[in-house]
T-cell receptor, first 113, second 117 residues
Framework: EDKVVQSPLSLVVHEGDTVTLNCSYE??????LLWYKQEKKAPTFLFML????IEKKSGRLSSILDKKELFSILNITATQTGDSAVYLC?????????????FGGGTRLMVKP | GAGVSQSPSNKVTEKGKDVELRCDPI?????LYWYRQSLGQGLEFLIY????????KSGLPSDRFSAERTGGSVSTLTIQRTQQEDSAVYLC???????????????FGPGTRLTVL
């Protein structure tokens, strides 16, 4: 059964701290690993990773994929209160219907002033 | 509009009533997905439409749930005889390409918060 597992479930840090969020996956016909940030209702796209070992960066956020060990990490440096959100990881794969995503349960990050 | 839109944004209904949720995908996006997110939970896949192909209904939790996509654009998710456990945020997403596409980036709508009393 396809599954995506995220850890930790929740995290409380103070502004300026660095955090690492983890995502492990087991899917058939894996295509890509996606990270989303969800503050209210709609998740917003952060990164898509398709190749191992190539770090993607956007400001204070970065992410990397290990296709051999089947995991990805999302790093946030110098955290700010605006980083407080649920971070969702999703594994993209192909099935008979087409392109699909299986989501993890998310990591709830709270950044305190 | 530039993004995925959904309506209504909030829906409160009584147990046993039917509800319809609407999704307008990004223009030109051939793939459309419905997800459900219960309080504090991750996204649960419900149904997937790709072009004129038969939809993937494998995620629908019961036969009370159905969805249509008319003209390859707007989609309606219908829940019949709603139950309290149907209370959740229902999210719609669309993507530019489906089968055979290299990437899977999906763009999400704001969701509909359904509360069944």
């Amino acid at each position: 059964e396809d599954k995506v597992v995220q850890s930790p479930l929740s995290l409380v840090v103070h502004e300026g701290d660095t955090v690492t969020l983890n995502c492990s996956y087991e899917v058939t016909n894996f295509r890509s690993l996606l990270w989303y940030k969800q503050e209210k209702k709609a998740p917003t796209f952060l990164f898509m990773l398709t190749s191992s070992g190539i770090e993607k960066k956007s400001g204070r956020l970065s992410s990397i994929l290990d296709k051999k060990e089947l995991f990805s990490i999302l790093n946030i440096t110098a955290t700010q209160t605006g980083d407080s959100a649920v971070y969702l990881c999703a594994a993209g794969y192909d099935n008979n219907a087409g392109n699909m995503l299986t989501f993890g349960g998310g990591t709830r990050l709270m950044v305190k002033p | 509009g530039a993004g995925v839109s959904q309506s209504p944004s909030n829906k409160v209904t009584e147990k046993g009533k039917d509800v319809e949720l609407r999704c307008d995908p990004i223009s030109g996006h051939t793939a459309l997905y419905w997800y459900r997110q219960s309080l504090g939970q991750g996204l649960e896949f419900l149904i997937y439409f790709q072009g004129n192909s038969a939809p993937d209904k494998s995620g629908l939790p019961s036969d009370r749930f159905s969805a249509e996509r008319t003209g390859g654009s707007v989609s309606t998710l219908t829940i019949q005889r709603t139950q309290q456990e149907d209370s959740a945020v229902y999210l719609c997403a669309s993507s530019l390409e489906g089968r055979g596409a290299l990437y899977n980036e999906q763009f999400f709508g704001p969701g509909t918060r359904l509360t069944v009393l």
